[in-house]
């Protein structure tokens, strides 16, 4: 069971959460500016980081997550290992999928994340199977989807919605509204201002949050969760937040207004979270630079085992991509 009541431990666990996603996914960066060859497109969610350590943390073990093409934050904060995930984004063979995913695939099932989709959509109704097969074998886990606001448009999504609506399905819908899809502002893509006010077309609770405040995240994720624990059916939040860089590494973002970046970067997670530590007294600079210092030399290390990692080799192209039919 999840603490509502934060120790001082469990809140720095939150901070030092988004400091490694942040760490991370900058060197990701550096990796791609320095035209280093990580093959596919590099999609980041630096400013997002609140919303994948929010939710994650409030998980039980036997949840199961489903991501989209923004997702390493959400496997990082589920506990994917740091190795074999920056290996997998490098392609090489001992990537947590063997190379075959790339960034856009990764499927950690030890960490309960079977798997990412970034076909814009496709999430939910694949994690709807994942919460009928929770509640068809009376299995304790709630699947967690994690989606776009461009994807919220989708009518597979509503379809999502619909079907898990009518089976009380134990499902948590959590819609990253960051304010864009692709070069698309959501004011030009949703008819809908408030994403999560179509949740009681389903027959669910939708609630929005600031997806910038890691606790609220947090306290909210307990509460839907709660919900669909208790065989009440599927939940919704919004979580609003705001997607930093560009789409991927290779947009450049000439469409954004920089006052309305320059708005958002005074709002980070990671700046705001760690004001309210060090005013409360809970970190101090001393602390803050071990923790930064620590994820440093974390993603250092991932990054020489990447790098010393070999390219799979062509006769293992066609292992582990079909599963075993029944009956076979
Ligand atoms: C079905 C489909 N249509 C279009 C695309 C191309 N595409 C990839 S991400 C994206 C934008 C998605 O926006 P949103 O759902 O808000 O997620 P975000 O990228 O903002 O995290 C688009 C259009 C795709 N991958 N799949
Ligand atoms: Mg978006």
């Known amino acids: 069971m999840k603490e509502k009541q934060l120790t001082s431990d469990f809140q720095v666990r939150l901070f030092t959460r988004m400091v490694l ?22 999609i980041l969610a ?16 036997d949840d199961i997550i489903v991501s989209n093409h923004r ?58 199977g994942a919460a009928f097969a929770q509640q068809y074998q009376a299995l304790n886990g709630v699947t967690v989807v994690f989606f776009g606001d461009g994807a919220a448009a989708e009518g597979s999504v509503h379809e999502a919605m619909n079907l898990s609506g009518i089976w009380k399905l134990p499902i948590l819908f959590v819609c990253e509204n960051n ?15 408030q994403i999560h006010k179509r949740a009681q077309g389903y027959d669910m609770p939708g ?26 059916g599927p939940a919704f939040m919004e979580t609003m937040t705001y997607r ?22 005074l709002k980070c997670p990671i700046i705001r979270y760690r004001r309210a530590l060090l ?24 990054v020489a085992f990447g790098d010393a990692s070999p390219y799979p080799e062509s006769d293992t192209a066609m292992t582990d991509v ?5 009956n076979s």
């Open 21 to 42: 996603i942040r760490t991370f996914e900058e060197k990701i960066v550096a990796l791609c500016r320095e035209s280093y060859q990580l093959p596919g497109m590099q």
């Open 46 to 61: 630096n400013g997002q980081e609140a919303v994948a350590t929010g939710v994650v943390s409030a998980l039980e073990p």
């Open 71 to 128: 997702s390493h934050g959400h496997l990082l904060a589920r506990g994917a290992d740091l190795n074999s995930l920056m290996a997998e984004i490098m392609a090489k063979a001992d990537g947590v999928n063997h190379g075959k995913a790339g960034t856009l695939h990764l499927s950690v099932p030890e960490i309960n994340a079977p798997m990412t989709s970034t076909v814009v959509g496709a999430g939910p109704p694949l994690a709807v």
């Open 179 to 193: 304010g864009w899809a692709g070069a698309q502002r959501f004011e030009e893509h949703s008819a809908a201002r």
């Open 207 to 232: 609630q929005s949050v600031d997806g910038n405040d890691v606790e609220a995240v947090y306290h909210l994720s307990l509460e839907l969760l709660e919900h669909c624990r208790s065989g009440k």
């Open 244 to 265: 930093m860089r560009g789409h991927g590494e290779q947009d450049h973002q000439h469409y954004v207004n920089p006052e309305e970046l320059e708005a958002w970067a």
């Open 279 to 302: 005013n409360a007294g809970i970190l101090d600079k001393n602390k803050i630079q071990r923790i930064e210092q620590d994820a440093e030399a974390r993603v250092a290390a991932a």
């Open 322 to 326: 079909f599963v075993q039919a029944f």
